[in-house]
Protein backbone atom coordinates (compact mmCIF):
# COMPACT_ATOMS: atom_id res chain seq x y z
CA UNK A 1 0.00 0.00 0.00
CA UNK A 2 1.43 3.24 -1.01
CA UNK A 3 1.74 5.82 1.80
CA UNK A 4 2.57 9.33 1.29
CA UNK A 5 3.15 12.79 3.64
CA UNK A 6 1.94 15.53 1.77
CA UNK A 7 3.81 18.42 3.06
CA UNK A 8 1.69 21.09 2.36
CA UNK A 9 -0.43 20.00 5.34
CA UNK A 10 2.14 19.57 7.67
CA UNK A 11 3.61 23.44 6.43
CA UNK A 12 -0.09 24.96 6.89
CA UNK A 13 -0.15 22.94 10.57
CA UNK A 14 3.40 24.38 11.44
CA UNK A 15 2.68 27.54 10.39
CA UNK A 16 -0.32 27.94 12.50
CA UNK A 17 1.37 26.66 15.34
CA UNK A 18 3.47 28.83 15.17
CA UNK A 19 1.91 31.94 14.72
CA UNK A 20 1.41 33.21 17.87
CA UNK A 21 5.06 32.96 18.58
CA UNK A 22 6.50 34.95 15.55
CA UNK A 23 4.40 37.63 16.84
CA UNK A 24 5.91 37.90 20.41
CA UNK A 25 9.82 36.39 19.39
CA UNK A 26 12.36 39.01 19.84
CA UNK A 27 15.55 38.44 17.82
CA UNK A 28 19.36 38.71 18.86
CA UNK A 29 21.24 37.24 22.39
CA UNK A 30 23.23 34.18 22.83
CA UNK A 31 21.81 31.64 25.02
CA UNK A 32 24.28 30.57 27.52
CA UNK A 33 23.70 26.82 28.41
CA UNK A 34 25.37 24.55 30.87
CA UNK A 35 26.91 21.00 29.52
CA UNK A 36 28.29 18.48 32.10
CA UNK A 37 31.38 17.02 30.01
CA UNK A 38 33.76 17.52 27.32
CA UNK A 39 33.30 15.54 24.21
CA UNK A 40 35.74 13.26 22.31
CA UNK A 41 34.88 15.35 19.03
CA UNK A 42 31.71 16.88 17.00
CA UNK A 43 31.48 14.84 14.10
CA UNK A 44 27.69 13.74 14.93
CA UNK A 45 27.91 9.92 12.70
CA UNK A 46 30.71 9.15 14.90
CA UNK A 47 29.75 10.19 18.47
CA UNK A 48 27.68 8.75 20.80
CA UNK A 49 26.55 11.12 24.06
CA UNK A 50 24.68 14.36 23.74
CA UNK A 51 27.76 16.10 25.09
CA UNK A 52 28.52 16.49 21.06
CA UNK A 53 25.35 15.21 19.48
CA UNK A 54 23.62 18.21 21.48
CA UNK A 55 24.90 21.09 20.44
CA UNK A 56 25.99 19.67 17.00
CA UNK A 57 21.93 19.11 16.55
CA UNK A 58 21.45 22.88 15.46
CA UNK A 59 24.68 22.51 12.60
CA UNK A 60 23.21 20.45 10.79
CA UNK A 61 19.73 19.28 8.91
CA UNK A 62 18.54 16.11 8.56
CA UNK A 63 15.72 15.03 5.32
CA UNK A 64 12.77 15.10 8.24
CA UNK A 65 12.94 15.72 11.59
CA UNK A 66 10.93 15.77 14.95
CA UNK A 67 8.74 18.30 15.58
CA UNK A 68 10.36 19.96 18.49
CA UNK A 69 7.79 21.10 20.70
CA UNK A 70 5.95 17.58 20.46
CA UNK A 71 7.34 16.06 23.99
CA UNK A 72 6.90 12.27 22.99
CA UNK A 73 8.14 11.48 18.45
CA UNK A 74 6.42 9.32 16.64
CA UNK A 75 5.75 8.61 12.72
CA UNK A 76 3.34 11.59 13.48
CA UNK A 77 5.52 14.12 15.01
CA UNK A 78 7.74 14.00 12.04
CA UNK A 79 7.83 17.07 9.91
CA UNK A 80 9.68 18.49 6.61
CA UNK A 81 13.46 19.15 6.70
CA UNK A 82 15.58 19.30 3.64
CA UNK A 83 12.90 16.86 2.00
CA UNK A 84 9.70 18.83 1.24
CA UNK A 85 7.44 15.91 0.80
CA UNK A 86 8.35 11.88 0.69
CA UNK A 87 6.42 8.61 -0.07
CA UNK A 88 6.54 5.21 -0.10
CA UNK A 89 6.24 2.63 -3.43
CA UNK A 90 3.49 0.14 -3.12
CA UNK A 91 5.87 -2.89 -2.01
CA UNK A 92 7.74 -0.58 1.10
CA UNK A 93 10.49 -0.81 -0.16
CA UNK A 94 11.40 2.27 -1.86
CA UNK A 95 11.46 5.80 -0.26
CA UNK A 96 11.23 8.76 -2.41
CA UNK A 97 12.13 12.52 -1.10
CA UNK A 98 11.56 15.47 -2.96
CA UNK A 99 14.61 17.90 -1.61
CA UNK A 100 14.53 21.87 -1.07
CA UNK A 101 15.69 24.14 -3.88
CA UNK A 102 18.43 27.02 -2.96
CA UNK A 103 20.23 25.29 0.58
CA UNK A 104 23.68 25.97 0.88
CA UNK A 105 26.18 24.64 3.78
CA UNK A 106 27.66 26.75 6.33
CA UNK A 107 31.07 27.26 3.36
CA UNK A 108 28.82 28.73 0.64
CA UNK A 109 28.51 25.37 -1.46
CA UNK A 110 24.84 24.47 -2.56
CA UNK A 111 23.14 20.79 -1.08
CA UNK A 112 22.29 18.38 -3.50
CA UNK A 113 20.98 14.95 -3.67
CA UNK A 114 24.62 14.11 -4.49
CA UNK A 115 25.23 14.96 -0.05
CA UNK A 116 22.21 12.72 0.73
CA UNK A 117 24.31 10.30 -1.38
CA UNK A 118 27.41 10.78 0.13
CA UNK A 119 26.42 11.07 3.51
CA UNK A 120 25.06 7.45 3.55
CA UNK A 121 28.07 6.05 1.78
CA UNK A 122 29.70 6.79 5.00
CA UNK A 123 27.12 5.45 6.92
CA UNK A 124 27.18 1.80 5.16
CA UNK A 125 30.43 2.19 4.51
CA UNK A 126 30.80 2.12 0.69
CA UNK A 127 32.68 4.78 0.54
CA UNK A 128 36.28 5.35 -0.12
CA UNK A 129 36.49 7.90 2.78
CA UNK A 130 35.80 6.21 6.44
CA UNK A 131 34.38 7.28 9.55
CA UNK A 132 36.69 6.63 13.20
CA UNK A 133 33.68 4.81 14.26
CA UNK A 134 30.85 4.34 13.32
CA UNK A 135 28.15 3.44 16.49
CA UNK A 136 24.45 3.82 14.41
CA UNK A 137 25.63 1.75 11.44
CA UNK A 138 23.19 -0.89 12.77
CA UNK A 139 20.07 1.16 11.96
CA UNK A 140 21.13 1.20 8.58
CA UNK A 141 21.40 -2.30 8.04
CA UNK A 142 18.54 -2.80 6.38
CA UNK A 143 19.19 -0.22 3.51
CA UNK A 144 20.21 -1.69 0.01
CA UNK A 145 21.26 1.60 -1.82
CA UNK A 146 20.30 5.27 -1.90
CA UNK A 147 20.00 6.51 -5.70
CA UNK A 148 19.65 9.97 -6.90
CA UNK A 149 16.85 11.36 -9.69
CA UNK A 150 18.77 14.59 -10.32
CA UNK A 151 20.10 17.46 -7.71
CA UNK A 152 16.53 17.24 -5.92
CA UNK A 153 15.77 13.60 -5.71
CA UNK A 154 16.99 10.74 -3.41
CA UNK A 155 15.04 7.05 -3.14
CA UNK A 156 16.17 4.92 -0.24
CA UNK A 157 15.83 1.45 -1.31
CA UNK A 158 15.23 -1.17 0.99
CA UNK A 159 16.03 -4.86 1.68
CA UNK A 160 12.72 -5.76 3.19
CA UNK A 161 9.26 -3.05 4.43
CA UNK A 162 10.22 -1.14 7.33
CA UNK A 163 7.97 1.46 8.27
CA UNK A 164 9.35 2.80 10.90
CA UNK A 165 12.44 3.96 8.97
CA UNK A 166 11.92 7.44 8.31
CA UNK A 167 12.35 7.84 12.65
CA UNK A 168 15.52 7.13 11.74
CA UNK A 169 16.07 9.64 9.53
CA UNK A 170 14.06 12.15 11.78
CA UNK A 171 16.82 11.56 14.39
CA UNK A 172 20.40 12.85 14.77
CA UNK A 173 21.26 9.88 13.21
CA UNK A 174 19.95 11.49 9.74
CA UNK A 175 22.02 14.64 10.36
CA UNK A 176 23.19 15.10 6.52
CA UNK A 177 27.27 16.09 5.93
CA UNK A 178 28.76 17.64 2.53
CA UNK A 179 30.31 15.26 0.24
CA UNK A 180 33.23 18.43 -0.38
CA UNK A 181 34.22 17.86 3.48
CA UNK A 182 36.56 15.11 4.59
CA UNK A 183 35.12 13.19 8.26
CA UNK A 184 38.59 13.84 9.57
CA UNK A 185 37.69 17.96 9.18
CA UNK A 186 34.30 16.84 10.68
CA UNK A 187 35.38 16.16 13.85
CA UNK A 188 37.05 19.72 14.95
CA UNK A 189 35.37 21.82 12.14
CA UNK A 190 31.78 20.39 11.66
CA UNK A 191 30.30 22.29 8.20
CA UNK A 192 26.28 21.29 7.82
CA UNK A 193 22.94 23.39 6.40
CA UNK A 194 21.57 23.79 10.17
CA UNK A 195 20.26 27.04 11.53
CA UNK A 196 23.73 27.70 13.36
CA UNK A 197 27.04 27.45 12.24
CA UNK A 198 29.93 26.31 14.25
CA UNK A 199 32.30 28.76 15.27
CA UNK A 200 34.78 27.60 18.09
CA UNK A 201 35.83 24.60 20.73
CA UNK A 202 37.96 24.46 23.51
CA UNK A 203 38.33 21.12 25.42
CA UNK A 204 36.95 21.04 28.70
CA UNK A 205 36.25 24.85 28.26
CA UNK A 206 33.18 25.51 25.68
CA UNK A 207 31.81 25.08 22.19
CA UNK A 208 30.39 28.08 20.51
CA UNK A 209 27.95 27.85 17.43
CA UNK A 210 26.60 31.32 15.73
CA UNK A 211 23.46 32.11 13.66
CA UNK A 212 23.32 31.23 10.46
CA UNK A 213 22.43 34.14 8.00
CA UNK A 214 21.93 32.03 5.34
CA UNK A 215 19.58 29.29 6.78
CA UNK A 216 16.97 28.15 4.52
CA UNK A 217 14.23 29.51 6.70
CA UNK A 218 15.58 33.18 6.44
CA UNK A 219 13.03 34.04 9.52
CA UNK A 220 15.30 31.29 11.88
CA UNK A 221 16.89 30.88 13.95
CA UNK A 222 15.89 33.67 16.65
CA UNK A 223 18.89 33.69 18.37
CA UNK A 224 22.35 35.12 17.22
CA UNK A 225 24.12 32.11 19.05
CA UNK A 226 24.66 29.78 21.82
CA UNK A 227 27.43 29.24 23.99
CA UNK A 228 27.77 25.80 25.66
CA UNK A 229 30.32 26.62 28.44
CA UNK A 230 31.51 23.13 30.07
CA UNK A 231 31.36 22.66 33.91
CA UNK A 232 32.29 18.95 35.13
CA UNK A 233 31.06 19.97 38.65
CA UNK A 234 27.38 19.37 39.29
CA UNK A 235 27.57 21.64 42.15
CA UNK A 236 29.70 24.11 40.66
CA UNK A 237 27.36 23.99 37.51
CA UNK A 238 24.03 24.49 40.12
CA UNK A 239 25.57 27.70 41.84
CA UNK A 240 26.71 28.95 38.39
CA UNK A 241 23.29 28.78 37.38
CA UNK A 242 21.81 30.49 40.82
CA UNK A 243 24.34 33.43 40.23
CA UNK A 244 23.14 33.97 36.70
CA UNK A 245 25.89 32.65 34.78
CA UNK A 246 23.71 30.29 32.06
CA UNK A 247 20.48 31.05 30.81
CA UNK A 248 20.02 26.92 30.65
CA UNK A 249 21.32 23.92 32.25
CA UNK A 250 21.60 21.11 29.10
CA UNK A 251 18.28 19.67 29.32
CA UNK A 252 18.18 15.95 31.27
CA UNK A 253 21.40 16.35 32.83
CA UNK A 254 19.98 17.44 36.57
CA UNK A 255 19.85 15.18 39.61
CA UNK A 256 16.92 15.57 41.62
CA UNK A 257 18.50 17.51 44.45
CA UNK A 258 20.47 19.79 42.27
CA UNK A 259 17.02 20.81 40.70
CA UNK A 260 15.73 21.03 43.44
CA UNK A 261 18.37 23.26 45.42
CA UNK A 262 17.97 25.41 42.25
CA UNK A 263 13.98 25.95 42.75
CA UNK A 264 14.98 26.53 46.83
CA UNK A 265 17.70 29.36 45.70
CA UNK A 266 16.59 30.40 42.55
CA UNK A 267 12.47 30.84 42.51
CA UNK A 268 12.41 32.49 39.59
CA UNK A 269 14.08 29.89 37.95
CA UNK A 270 11.66 27.67 35.38
CA UNK A 271 12.31 24.39 36.09
CA UNK A 272 10.97 21.08 34.65
CA UNK A 273 11.64 17.04 36.13
CA UNK A 274 10.87 14.81 33.28
CA UNK A 275 11.35 10.99 32.39
CA UNK A 276 14.75 11.37 31.34
CA UNK A 277 14.56 11.08 28.25
CA UNK A 278 14.67 7.59 27.79
CA UNK A 279 17.78 6.95 29.66
CA UNK A 280 18.02 3.60 31.47
CA UNK A 281 21.55 2.64 33.50
CA UNK A 282 22.48 -0.68 32.83
CA UNK A 283 24.52 -3.83 34.22
CA UNK A 284 27.31 -4.51 31.13
CA UNK A 285 28.98 -7.92 31.29
CA UNK A 286 31.72 -8.72 28.68
CA UNK A 287 30.52 -12.51 27.82
CA UNK A 288 33.72 -13.26 26.37
CA UNK A 289 35.90 -12.40 29.81
CA UNK A 290 36.24 -15.52 32.19
CA UNK A 291 34.58 -16.10 34.15
CA UNK A 292 32.13 -14.13 32.65
CA UNK A 293 31.69 -15.98 29.78
CA UNK A 294 30.00 -18.46 32.23
CA UNK A 295 26.19 -17.84 32.13
CA UNK A 296 25.59 -19.18 36.15
CA UNK A 297 28.03 -16.02 37.15
CA UNK A 298 26.15 -13.67 34.83
CA UNK A 299 22.77 -14.86 36.43
CA UNK A 300 24.36 -14.43 40.24
CA UNK A 301 25.36 -11.02 39.08
CA UNK A 302 21.72 -10.62 37.71
CA UNK A 303 19.98 -11.59 41.00
CA UNK A 304 21.94 -9.52 43.58
CA UNK A 305 20.24 -6.83 41.46
CA UNK A 306 17.99 -4.25 44.25
CA UNK A 307 16.38 -2.24 41.56
CA UNK A 308 13.90 -0.27 44.11
CA UNK A 309 16.72 0.88 46.49
CA UNK A 310 18.66 2.34 42.83
CA UNK A 311 15.10 4.09 42.32
CA UNK A 312 15.16 5.07 46.27
CA UNK A 313 19.22 5.87 46.25
CA UNK A 314 20.68 6.59 42.81
CA UNK A 315 17.60 8.11 41.55
CA UNK A 316 16.89 9.48 44.89
CA UNK A 317 12.91 8.14 44.89
CA UNK A 318 12.28 9.78 41.54
CA UNK A 319 12.63 7.21 38.89
CA UNK A 320 10.95 3.55 37.28
CA UNK A 321 12.17 0.07 37.37
CA UNK A 322 11.74 -0.66 33.65
CA UNK A 323 13.00 -2.99 30.92
CA UNK A 324 14.82 -2.36 27.91
CA UNK A 325 11.63 -0.15 26.17
CA UNK A 326 11.28 2.71 28.16
CA UNK A 327 8.22 2.51 31.13
CA UNK A 328 5.49 4.56 30.62
CA UNK A 329 3.94 7.28 30.97
CA UNK A 330 7.62 8.26 29.71
CA UNK A 331 7.60 5.79 26.75
CA UNK A 332 5.02 4.52 24.74
CA UNK A 333 6.46 0.90 24.16
CA UNK A 334 7.50 -0.55 27.24
CA UNK A 335 5.85 -2.98 30.38
CA UNK A 336 3.57 -1.90 33.04
CA UNK A 337 5.00 -2.53 36.28
CA UNK A 338 2.94 -5.08 37.21
CA UNK A 339 3.60 -6.76 33.76
CA UNK A 340 7.40 -6.53 34.69
CA UNK A 341 7.15 -8.22 37.84
CA UNK A 342 7.07 -11.31 35.89
CA UNK A 343 10.36 -11.11 33.79
CA UNK A 344 12.88 -13.64 34.88
CA UNK A 345 15.01 -11.46 37.52
CA UNK A 346 12.08 -8.76 38.16
CA UNK A 347 10.65 -10.74 41.15
CA UNK A 348 10.72 -7.96 43.89
CA UNK A 349 11.80 -10.45 47.06
CA UNK A 350 15.32 -9.29 47.16
CA UNK A 351 16.46 -11.89 49.67
CA UNK A 352 15.02 -14.58 48.04
CA UNK A 353 16.80 -13.86 44.50
CA UNK A 354 20.53 -12.76 46.76
CA UNK A 355 19.82 -16.46 48.38
CA UNK A 356 19.41 -18.04 45.10
CA UNK A 357 22.70 -16.18 43.59
CA UNK A 358 24.81 -17.45 46.49
CA UNK A 359 24.50 -20.55 46.16
CA UNK A 360 24.77 -20.57 42.34
CA UNK A 361 28.37 -18.93 43.23
CA UNK A 362 29.23 -21.64 46.17
CA UNK A 363 28.42 -24.51 43.65
CA UNK A 364 31.04 -22.54 41.51
CA UNK A 365 33.89 -22.49 44.12
CA UNK A 366 33.28 -18.97 45.93
CA UNK A 367 32.04 -17.75 49.10
CA UNK A 368 32.97 -15.78 51.93
CA UNK A 369 36.33 -16.84 51.73
CA UNK A 370 37.21 -16.78 48.11
CA UNK A 371 35.30 -13.89 46.73
CA UNK A 372 35.35 -12.95 42.84
CA UNK A 373 37.32 -9.82 42.44
CA UNK A 374 36.57 -7.28 39.17
CA UNK A 375 36.49 -3.82 38.44
CA UNK A 376 33.34 -1.90 37.21
CA UNK A 377 34.55 0.24 34.43
CA UNK A 378 32.11 4.06 34.30
CA UNK A 379 32.01 7.34 33.39
CA UNK A 380 33.67 10.04 35.74
CA UNK A 381 30.10 11.61 35.94
CA UNK A 382 27.90 11.16 38.84
CA UNK A 383 25.26 9.82 36.30
CA UNK A 384 27.70 7.17 36.34
CA UNK A 385 29.60 6.84 39.14
CA UNK A 386 26.64 7.06 41.88
CA UNK A 387 24.98 3.79 40.20
CA UNK A 388 28.08 2.27 39.87
CA UNK A 389 29.34 2.63 43.39
CA UNK A 390 25.56 0.96 44.68
CA UNK A 391 26.08 -1.58 42.46
CA UNK A 392 29.19 -2.93 43.76
CA UNK A 393 27.87 -2.55 47.49
CA UNK A 394 24.84 -4.75 45.93
CA UNK A 395 27.24 -7.30 44.49
CA UNK A 396 29.24 -7.31 47.41
CA UNK A 397 26.24 -10.01 49.09
CA UNK A 398 26.58 -12.35 46.87
CA UNK A 399 30.88 -12.80 47.24
CA UNK A 400 31.70 -10.14 44.69
CA UNK A 401 34.29 -7.58 45.33
CA UNK A 402 33.96 -5.10 42.40
CA UNK A 403 36.68 -1.81 42.44
CA UNK A 404 35.54 1.26 40.86
CA UNK A 405 37.29 2.78 37.26
CA UNK A 406 35.78 5.21 36.13
CA UNK A 407 37.64 7.30 33.29
CA UNK A 408 36.83 10.14 31.44
CA UNK A 409 34.60 10.64 28.36
CA UNK A 410 37.06 10.82 25.64
CA UNK A 411 38.82 7.56 26.78
CA UNK A 412 35.59 5.59 27.96
CA UNK A 413 33.63 4.80 24.73
CA UNK A 414 36.76 3.55 23.05
CA UNK A 415 37.38 1.09 25.49
CA UNK A 416 33.75 0.07 25.12
CA UNK A 417 33.69 -0.25 22.23
CA UNK A 418 37.18 -2.12 22.40
CA UNK A 419 35.52 -4.35 25.06
CA UNK A 420 38.20 -3.21 26.89
CA UNK A 421 36.29 -4.39 30.42
CA UNK A 422 34.96 -6.74 31.77
CA UNK A 423 32.12 -5.11 34.03
CA UNK A 424 30.91 -2.24 32.90
CA UNK A 425 28.12 0.59 34.20
CA UNK A 426 26.67 2.02 31.50
CA UNK A 427 23.43 4.54 29.70
CA UNK A 428 21.41 3.73 27.03
CA UNK A 429 18.51 4.67 24.89
CA UNK A 430 15.34 3.17 24.97
CA UNK A 431 12.89 5.12 23.01
CA UNK A 432 11.10 6.73 20.68
CA UNK A 433 11.45 4.16 18.68
CA UNK A 434 11.47 0.02 20.04
CA UNK A 435 12.91 -0.94 16.40
CA UNK A 436 16.10 0.87 16.75
CA UNK A 437 16.88 0.01 20.39
CA UNK A 438 16.61 -3.68 19.90
CA UNK A 439 18.46 -3.33 16.31
CA UNK A 440 21.39 -1.24 17.51
CA UNK A 441 22.34 -3.25 21.14
CA UNK A 442 20.97 -6.72 21.06
CA UNK A 443 21.09 -7.45 17.10
CA UNK A 444 24.11 -10.06 16.96
CA UNK A 445 27.42 -7.77 15.89
CA UNK A 446 25.64 -4.20 15.79
CA UNK A 447 28.23 -1.68 16.97
CA UNK A 448 26.29 -0.97 20.24
CA UNK A 449 26.12 -4.43 21.24
CA UNK A 450 29.14 -3.84 23.71
CA UNK A 451 28.24 -7.01 25.64
CA UNK A 452 28.67 -9.74 22.67
CA UNK A 453 24.98 -10.94 23.14
CA UNK A 454 24.18 -13.21 20.34
CA UNK A 455 21.08 -14.73 19.62
CA UNK A 456 19.82 -16.21 16.25
CA UNK A 457 16.11 -16.47 17.29
CA UNK A 458 16.40 -12.97 19.06
CA UNK A 459 17.78 -11.54 15.25
CA UNK A 460 14.88 -13.20 13.38
CA UNK A 461 12.31 -11.61 16.45
CA UNK A 462 13.92 -7.49 15.60
CA UNK A 463 13.36 -8.17 12.03
CA UNK A 464 9.77 -9.56 11.97
CA UNK A 465 9.17 -6.21 14.68
CA UNK A 466 10.53 -4.18 11.85
CA UNK A 467 8.76 -5.14 9.23
CA UNK A 468 5.83 -4.72 11.36
CA UNK A 469 2.96 -1.73 10.62
CA UNK A 470 0.08 -2.32 13.31
CA UNK A 471 1.17 -0.80 16.28
CA UNK A 472 -0.63 -2.73 18.78
CA UNK A 473 1.32 -5.93 17.29
CA UNK A 474 4.60 -4.06 17.04
CA UNK A 475 4.00 -3.08 21.22
CA UNK A 476 2.83 -7.37 21.43
CA UNK A 477 6.20 -8.04 19.71
CA UNK A 478 8.28 -5.65 21.82
CA UNK A 479 6.78 -7.60 24.33
CA UNK A 480 7.91 -10.64 23.99
CA UNK A 481 11.62 -9.47 23.29
CA UNK A 482 11.40 -7.89 26.42
CA UNK A 483 10.98 -11.36 27.90
CA UNK A 484 13.37 -12.96 25.60
CA UNK A 485 16.25 -10.62 26.78
CA UNK A 486 15.69 -10.63 30.49
CA UNK A 487 15.49 -14.18 30.08
CA UNK A 488 19.12 -14.44 28.50
CA UNK A 489 20.45 -11.32 31.16
CA UNK A 490 21.28 -9.58 28.19
CA UNK A 491 22.58 -6.19 30.03
CA UNK A 492 20.23 -6.02 32.66
CA UNK A 493 18.57 -3.24 33.10
CA UNK A 494 19.20 -1.39 36.80
CA UNK A 495 17.01 1.41 36.62
CA UNK A 496 15.57 4.48 34.91
CA UNK A 497 15.69 8.46 36.71
CA UNK A 498 13.71 11.28 36.43
CA UNK A 499 16.03 14.28 35.82
CA UNK A 500 15.94 18.32 35.99
CA UNK A 501 16.06 20.98 33.63
CA UNK A 502 15.82 24.65 34.57
CA UNK A 503 15.88 27.97 32.72
CA UNK A 504 15.92 31.45 32.97
CA UNK A 505 12.35 33.35 32.13
CA UNK A 506 13.88 34.96 29.47
CA UNK A 507 14.38 31.84 27.65
CA UNK A 508 11.35 31.56 25.45
CA UNK A 509 9.57 28.41 23.25
CA UNK A 510 11.52 25.64 24.79
CA UNK A 511 10.19 21.94 24.90
CA UNK A 512 12.11 19.29 27.06
CA UNK A 513 11.14 15.63 25.67
CA UNK A 514 9.96 13.23 27.66
CA UNK A 515 11.61 9.92 25.28
CA UNK A 516 14.74 11.30 24.06
CA UNK A 517 17.88 13.28 25.14
CA UNK A 518 18.91 13.73 21.50
CA UNK A 519 16.03 14.68 19.26
CA UNK A 520 15.23 18.31 21.45
CA UNK A 521 18.71 20.01 21.50
CA UNK A 522 18.14 22.13 18.36
CA UNK A 523 16.68 25.34 19.50
CA UNK A 524 16.49 27.13 15.67
CA UNK A 525 13.29 28.65 17.72
CA UNK A 526 14.59 29.21 21.25
CA UNK A 527 14.59 33.19 21.90
CA UNK A 528 15.16 35.38 24.45
CA UNK A 529 13.14 37.97 26.28
CA UNK A 530 15.52 40.62 27.36
Same mark, same amino acid.
Given at each position: ????W??? $??????L??????A???????V????L???P????I?E???VM?M?????? =??N?I??DQ?????SL????????T?????GD???L???????V?????????A??????W????E??A?K?R???????H??????????DF?V?? %??????P????V?????G????C??? +??Q??T??????P? $??V?????? @???????????? +???????G???????? +???A?LA?????F?L???????I????????Q?PW??????AGG???? %????????????N???R??M??SI????FV?I?? &?????I????????GG??G?? !???????P?????V??NR???R !????K????P??????K???R?????K???????????? *??F?????????? $? =???? *???????I?L???T???????V? &??? @??????L???????????R????HA?? !???????Q???E????L?????R?????T?????W?? !???????ME????N??R?D?VW??R
Amino acid at each position: MKRSWCAL $AVAVGLLLGLSTVALAQKRGGVLTVWLPDSPGGLSIHEEATVMSMGPMAGV =FDNLIVFDQHVKQSSLDTILPDLATQWSWSGDGLALTFQLRHGVKFHDGQPFTAQDVLCTWALLLETSADKLRVNPRKALHRNVETVTANGDFEVTF %HLKQPQPAYPMVLASVAGAIYPCHVK +PAQMRTQPIGTGPF $AFVAFKPNE @YIEVKRNADYWR +PDRPYLDGIEYRIVKD +PGTAMLAFVAGKFDLTMPHQLSIANTRNIQSQAPWANCEITAGGGINR %HLLINRTTPPFDNPEIRRAMALSIDRKAFVEIAA &EGEGDIGGVLQPPPGGKWGMS !AEMLKDLPGYDPDVAKNREEAR !AIMRKLGYGPENRLKFKVLTRDSSFYKTPAVLLIDQLKE *VYFDGELDSVETP $A =FFPR *VYRHDFTIGLNLQTSGPDPGMVF &EQF @YRCGSTLNWDGYCDRDVDRLIEQHAMT !ADQDRLKQMGWELERKLAADLARPILFYTRVGTCWKP !AVKNLTVMEDSIFNDNRRDEVWLDR
